[in-house]
């Protein structure tokens, strides 16, 4: 285990439909990730919060959005979803602004019908 | 931004050493690491580089040479557990991004 509380699990929406993902880092671990990972490809660098701001996006869609909040979990929001956006998306955190070792949450599996 | 390339696939026997080398292009870098993840499964941490040389974990080894942009992972005495997907990462910038390769799937022969 981690330490690292992904939710939910699993999630079927329909095209057109907006979701929310949520993480919960390991605790004290300030520095939280979104990646995406479609089937069989790499992990694609969405965004990083460090203590509730900001600190560098990725090729994020315009349709997603995230947020760190101050107790230090993580929501991703994605709308107007397509089915391209089906895929796994894994949260990660690191006890600073990165560097050693991230840990990875179980990942949300995201299915667009 | 930051790109990172690494043999898409390596296929060894059981017993054997293999080596997946990762090549990095990126601004403002502090270390490379490396993470194995089996299928479906969240991503696991084996090794941060941040300096030139060797360090060893048990089975596994990392190697890193900044002057090159280059890195490998070593694994020595595979067994079948061992098959899954390797993924270099870079960390850079003054946020310190952590940017994956695009991982090479590692088979274990029998």
């Known amino acids: 285990d981690s330490g690292v509380t992904q939710t939910p699990k699993h999630l079927i929406t329909a095209t057109g439909q907006r979701v929310t993902l949520r993480c919960s880092p390991r605790s004290g671990d300030l520095s939280v990730y979104w990646y995406q990972q479609s089937l069989d490809q790499g992990l694609q660098f969405l965004i990083q919060y460090y203590n509730g701001e900001e600190r560098a996006k990725g090729n994020i869609l315009e349709r997603f959005s995230a947020q760190q909040f101050p107790d230090l979990h993580s929501e991703l929001n994605l709308s107007s979803l397509e089915l391209g956006d089906s895929a796994l998306y894994f949260c990660?955190?690191?006890?600073?602004?990165?560097?050693?070792?991230?840990?990875f949450g179980q990942g949300t599996r995201l299915t667009v019908v | 931004g930051q790109s990172l390339e690494q043999p898409s696939e390596v296929t060894a026997v059981e017993g054997a050493i293999v080596q997946i080398n990762c090549t990095y292009q990126t601004s403002g870098f502090y270390g490379l690491s490396w993470y194995q993840q089996h299928d479906g499964g969240a991503p696991t941490f084996l090794s941060y580089n941040a300096l030139d040389g060797l360090e060893e974990t048990g089975r596994f080894s990392s190697f890193l040479s900044r002057s090159d942009s280059y890195g490998y992972l070593l694994l020595q005495e595979l067994q079948m557990k061992d098959s899954a997907s390797y993924f270099c990462?870079?960390?850079?910038?003054?946020?310190?991004?952590?940017?994956f390769g695009s991982g090479t799937q590692l088979t274990v022969l029998p």
């Open positions: 990660a955190s690191s006890s600073q602004g990165g560097g050693t070792e991230a840990f």
């Open positions: 990462a870079v960390t850079s910038g003054s946020a310190r991004q952590l940017t």
